[in-house]
């Protein structure tokens, strides 16, 4: 017996310490008096879309900066990251069939189109550009033409329901992997992203050397508009994109299929600005411990969106979600013995432009491999930016030494539908650059909603799109993932492969 007694005073001793006193008080704030719905509507109705550069941004970036001040938080700033850019503000634009009949067509322009000073009117030209060994058959024929580039993929008529939630059985699965898997590194990342733009980008050069007037392409998904831009980092485009409807794409070309002329009107107004800065905001609750303060716990998602909609789900949900794990621990009054710093990112949709700033002005480079002072001060990194859903677990990022950690993080939230731990790897979003440089930092695991299938970068990311209930749940748990991280005597184990370097 006293053998057995020994064993169990070992095994609950080895159990990671819980405040559930804290835990249920964070319960009562999140679940009973939350703000989290208000904050995203601030963010996306009110400021609405917040692409990277624009007004709108640094309006929505100045709001969470005043308001995290007034909810207590210290530190609270735009801090520049070191990237400028050149904004773009959509004023107005008008697209329409005119001939045979008129339809109002149901499509946006890329960002950072320029505009255009009178309407474009003409009848379209419909080719099929996939790569560079389609140019000869288009040479010398766009000249001033609105070209229509490919046709819609016949896509299903939605059978299948849109909106789902992660399964007991997806979740058992994702649990026992013992391979991370890919992105095996920002590198590799960043490497994919650069090949498929380059491709990308390689067809609408021909587009301009060619003439063109402006280029069409049909949407991805169904009833609705899935909309980026032209990566006015790289290029300049000399003429506007639209991306139509896939329906009403469709409808055109089938009617140029039958050589009846279909005659559109485009008009397009927008303004440039040079120069403008890139920035994240930045906000603490500091640190009690004397030994301790001087270390850090960040939570964080991207403030930036796409110019259609209005950002909620993609990601001012994350975002509104890690204000609010902030605002219930201050009003609560927890006495962290590390500084919490939320991080609200930039430049994300350009490629991690505002975290990797960040990572490279305080932690390292993940290309050369420096270290600055400032990398062994952080204990972690939470990101959230999977859309809207709640959380049901959490990515380990390859970093098995932190298993048994989030296994107890997450044992009082399980009736709430988080208990998912896995190895996996999860990139595509701003815990990558902390990873690079050696870094533990970490996605949660999202019910994906209608994420991937209607509001991913498409006008209906918008507030409707976001359930109360998840993001207060989501919230809570952000909020008591921090806490105790800020708490422990140890910092997270840090990964045992820098990403970047293997």
Known sequence: MLVVACALAAVLSAAEPIDEDVIARIKLEGFQDSQVMDTLSWLSDV??????????????????????????????????YGTRFRGWTLEWFSLDMIEPQYMRIYGYPMAWSPALPTPLSGTPIVVEVKSKDDFDKYRGKLRGRLVMNGRPDAGDIGFQPEARRLTDDVLKKHE???????????????????????????????????????????????????????????WHAPFPSFVFSREHYGRIVRMLDKQIPVTLSLSLSAKFTDNVEGFNVIAEIPGTDPQLRNQLVMLGGHLDSWHTG??????????????????????????????????????????????????????????????????????????????????RGINLQGNEATRSIFEDWLRPFAYLGATTVTTRNSGGTDHMPFNAVGLPGFQFIQDPLN?????????????????????????????????HAAMRDQMLPRPTVVGAHK
């Open 176 to 234: 026992q992997e013992i391979n991370p898997g890919e992105p095996a590194s920002l590198k590799d990342e960043e490497q994919d992203f650069n090949k498929g733009l380059d491709k990308q980008l390689e067809i609408l050069k021909f587009f301009g050397a060619e003439g063109a007037t402006a280029v069409i392409t049909p949407s991805s998904i169904r009833e609705d508009v899935r909309v980026s831009g032209y990566y006015d980092q790289k």
């Open 47 to 80: 400021y609405g879309p917040r692409l990277t550069g624009s007004d709108n941004l640094r309006k929505a970036a100045e709001w969470a900066r005043d308001r995290m001040t007034k909810w207590g938080l210290v530190n609270a700033a735009l801090e520049p």
């Open 310 to 391: 209005t950002g909620a789900t993609d990601n001012g949900a994350g975002c509104a979600a890690a204000m609010e794990a902030v605002r219930i621990l201050q009003v609560i009054g927890v006495k962290p013995r590390r500084t919490i710093r939320v991080a609200l990112w930039t430049g994300e949709e350009q490629d991690y432009f505002g975290s990797l700033g960040y990572v490279m002005k305080h932690f390292g480079n993940p290309e050369t491999g420096e270290r600055k002072p400032e990398h062994a001060t952080l204990a972690a990194y939470f990101n959230l930016d999977n859309g809207s859903g709640k959380i």
């Open 451 to 483: 994420y991937d299938t209607r509001t991913h970068h498409s006008s209906l990311d918008v507030y409707e799109e976001a359930p109360p209930d998840d993001l207060k749940q989501a919230s809570v748990i952000l909020a008591s993932f921090v806490y």
